[in-house]
């Protein structure tokens, strides 16, 4: 593909790496002259120092014979304008728009729904949008999603029914030491081991002669319901949540707050709470900590029969006067990302068992989870993520980054392009490369873990995961050019 980024900050760079890497053409354009020379250092690719809000200038950068624009500059308005200017001239380009505001996001969508029908007739989107990506929505859906499945690090896939967990295997347990062909022997339940992620030894996808050791952090995917089966085996008892504690009240803690809380009454509180409580006691066993007095005023008057306590959460007294010790889960969402990975450690080293840290992207995660934090969400990599799998082409519907950023599970779809349609897995197989986890045929209604002679037809539908950079992988198979 041929892309044109506006805006070369941390996300426009990173996002140019993932890009380049899968050997597409990449073109930025920023106007900071030091943000230039830094993007000029760290890519290869052409970096033009020049507003992108200008239809010269996005001329002067290929736009015309782009497949995609994406606007992910500091300013809202700019990002938005860019799209609409580029969309009055090249409607034909895809366009993806970060913004930080969530009136715009918010606004945008309600409209776009309001009005689905209406665009549905070959209208142009809003603002010549085709995807409006907001970071606050990205990463509260990631935290809540970690705390739905029992805190951990872990991807849904196969509309839910499976789960991509990662898992430390703890010492003494049934899955210390044993070789990976032989799982078989401990459970009738089925699973793959997907990575293998080893204290000194780096992330791989694992063969079957590879041996787990203690320490060792692997992803396994399971059905959702054998999940606490490979917890067992691991050594990780089912994690058992009656109290949470939420440290941040800004954008990114309402959003989680609201999903936790306000809108899913019958759902998550009350499967993590045992379920038979009223609101009003389930909702007191949500606190929110923020000692921004603004803050704390707007989260009282929105969740009335939550606690909310305007204090330093660093301040031990606190912590020991309201019995925060003992609570199960702290979810720690300030803005301060460095912050959130001590208060989360903390909670560890004081007897919280399970918690959730906010952090600025993947780098930190091996830092964090040092530290003894359970579950990290990097918000700059989750915003990556997502413009991705718009930008994978139209047979690609999702993808998720895996490890600290080494690995990559992708959704696709089989056209009647594809270079395997008619092929059996064994036959296009690449030890240490690809693995492919769930495939779902056409009018079936679950999805299936594929062996060794499945067989690849039209309108299949395929997860499977892959080093970072590998495109050509998913490209075989999704035909995509």
Same mark, same amino acid.
């Given at each position: 593909?041929?892309?044109?980024?506006?805006?070369?900050?941390? *996300?426009?760079?990173?996002?140019?790496?993932?890009?380049?890497?899968?050997?597409? @053409?990449?073109?930025?354009?920023?106007?900071?002259? #030091?943000?230039?020379? !830094?993007? =000029?250092?760290?890519?290869?690719? /052409?970096?033009?120092?020049?507003?992108?809000?200008?239809?010269?200038?996005?001329?002067?950068?290929?736009?015309?014979?782009?497949?995609?624009?994406?606007?992910? /500059?500091?300013?809202?308005?700019?990002?938005?304008?860019?799209?609409?200017?580029?969309?009055?001239?090249?409607?034909?380009?895809?366009?993806?728009?970060?913004?930080?505001?969530?009136?715009?996001?918010?606004?945008?969508?309600?409209?776009?729904?309001?009005?689905?029908? *209406?665009?549905?007739?070959? !209208?142009?989107?809003?603002?010549? @949008?085709?995807?409006? @990506? !907001?970071?606050?929505?990205?990463?509260?859906?990631?935290?809540?999603?970690?705390?739905?499945?029992?805190?951990?690090?872990?991807?849904?896939?196969?509309?839910?029914?499976?789960?991509?967990?990662?898992?430390?295997?703890?010492?003494?347990?049934?899955?210390?030491?044993?070789?990976?062909?032989?799982?078989?022997?401990?459970?009738?339940?089925?699973?793959?081991?997907?990575?293998?992620?080893?204290?000194?030894?780096?992330?791989?996808?694992?063969?079957?002669?590879?041996?787990?050791?203690?320490?060792? +952090?692997?992803?396994?995917?399971? !059905? =959702?319901?054998?999940?606490? /089966?490979?917890?067992?085996?691991?050594?990780?008892?089912?994690?058992?949540?009656?109290?949470?504690?939420?440290?941040?009240?800004?954008?990114?803690?309402?959003?989680?707050?609201?999903?936790?809380?306000?809108?899913?009454?019958?759902?998550?509180?009350?499967?993590?709470?045992?379920?038979?409580?009223?609101?009003? +006691?389930?909702?007191?066993?949500?606190?929110?900590?923020?000692?921004?007095?603004?803050?704390?005023?707007?989260?009282?008057?929105?969740?009335?029969?939550?606690?909310?306590?305007?204090?330093?959460?660093?301040?031990?007294?606190?912590?020991?006067?309201?019995?925060?010790?003992?609570?199960?889960?702290?979810?720690?969402?300030?803005?301060?990302?460095?912050?959130?990975?001590?208060?989360?450690?903390?909670?560890?080293?004081?007897?919280?068992?399970?918690?959730?840290?906010?952090?600025?992207? +993947?780098?930190?995660?091996?830092?964090?989870?040092?530290?003894?934090?359970?579950?990290?969400?990097?918000?700059?990599?989750?915003?990556?993520?997502?413009?991705?799998?718009?930008?994978?082409?139209?047979?690609?519907? #999702?993808?998720?980054?895996?490890?600290?950023?080494?690995?990559?599970?992708?959704?696709?779809?089989?056209?009647?392009?594809?270079?395997?349609?008619?092929?059996?897995?064994?036959?296009?197989?690449?030890?240490?490369?690809?693995?492919?986890?769930?495939?779902?045929?056409?009018? +079936? /209604?679950?999805?299936?873990?594929?062996?060794?002679?499945?067989?690849?037809?039209?309108?299949?539908?395929?997860?499977?995961?892959?080093?970072?950079?590998?495109?050509?992988?998913?490209?075989?198979?999704?035909?995509?050019?």
């Amino acid at each position: 593909m041929n892309i044109v980024i506006v805006g070369a900050g941390f *996300t426009g760079v990173q996002l140019a790496k993932r890009l380049i890497e899968e050997k597409n @053409i990449v073109t930025i354009l920023e106007n900071d002259e #030091d943000t230039v020379r !830094h993007a =000029r250092n760290m890519l290869d690719c /052409t970096v033009i120092q020049a507003d992108g809000n200008n239809l010269n200038n996005l001329e002067d950068a290929g736009i015309q014979n782009a497949d995609a624009l994406v606007a992910v /500059t500091e300013n809202d308005e700019i990002n938005m304008i860019t799209c609409s200017l580029v969309d009055a001239v090249y409607p034909n380009v895809l366009k993806i728009a970060r913004v930080r505001n969530y009136a715009y996001y918010v606004n945008t969508n309600e409209a776009a729904k309001h009005h689905a029908e *209406t665009f549905a007739n070959n !209208h142009r989107p809003l603002y010549g @949008i085709d995807y409006m @990506i !907001h970071p606050d929505v990205e990463a509260a859906e990631a935290i809540v999603t970690a705390v739905e499945h029992g805190v951990s690090d872990v991807v849904p896939l196969g509309d839910g029914e499976y789960e991509l967990s990662t898992v430390q295997i703890a010492p003494g347990s049934q899955m210390d030491g044993i070789v990976i062909k032989n799982i078989r022997t401990l459970t009738e339940c089925k699973l793959i081991v997907v990575f293998v992620d080893k204290d000194k030894g780096g992330a791989s996808l694992p063969a079957g002669d590879t041996v787990l050791h203690a320490g060792d +952090s692997i992803g396994v995917l399971a !059905h =959702r319901d054998n999940m606490n /089966t490979l917890l067992e085996l691991c050594g990780s008892g089912k994690k058992n949540i009656k109290k949470v504690v939420m440290v941040g009240a800004g954008k990114i803690g309402t959003l989680v707050a609201e999903r936790l809380v306000q809108h899913r009454q019958t759902t998550v509180l009350r499967k993590l709470f045992g379920g038979k409580k009223n609101q009003k +006691s389930v909702t007191q066993d949500f606190v929110i900590v923020d000692k921004d007095n603004e803050l704390c005023d707007a989260a009282i008057e929105k969740f009335p029969d939550a606690k909310v306590f305007c204090a330093d959460i660093t301040d031990e007294s606190f912590i020991e006067e309201e019995g925060l010790d003992k609570f199960n889960l702290a979810i720690c969402v300030t803005h301060n990302h460095e912050m959130n990975m001590v208060v989360a450690a903390y909670f560890e080293s004081i007897g919280v068992k399970n918690t959730i840290a906010l952090i600025t992207n +993947s780098t930190f995660t091996d830092i964090a989870q040092r530290l003894g934090v359970d579950v990290t969400v990097p918000i700059r990599d989750t915003v990556v993520d997502s413009i991705m799998s718009h930008l994978r082409g139209k047979n690609v519907t #999702d993808v998720h980054t895996l490890s600290s950023g080494e690995f990559e599970i992708v959704e696709c779809d089989i056209p009647s392009k594809s270079k395997y349609l008619g092929k059996s897995l064994k036959e296009v197989a690449r030890p240490g490369e690809f693995l492919m986890l769930l495939i779902k045929k056409p009018g +079936s /209604t679950g999805y299936q873990l594929p062996n060794g002679d499945t067989v690849f037809n039209v309108g299949d539908h395929l997860v499977l995961i892959e080093k970072i950079g590998d495109k050509k992988i998913v490209e075989n198979f999704s035909g995509k050019e």
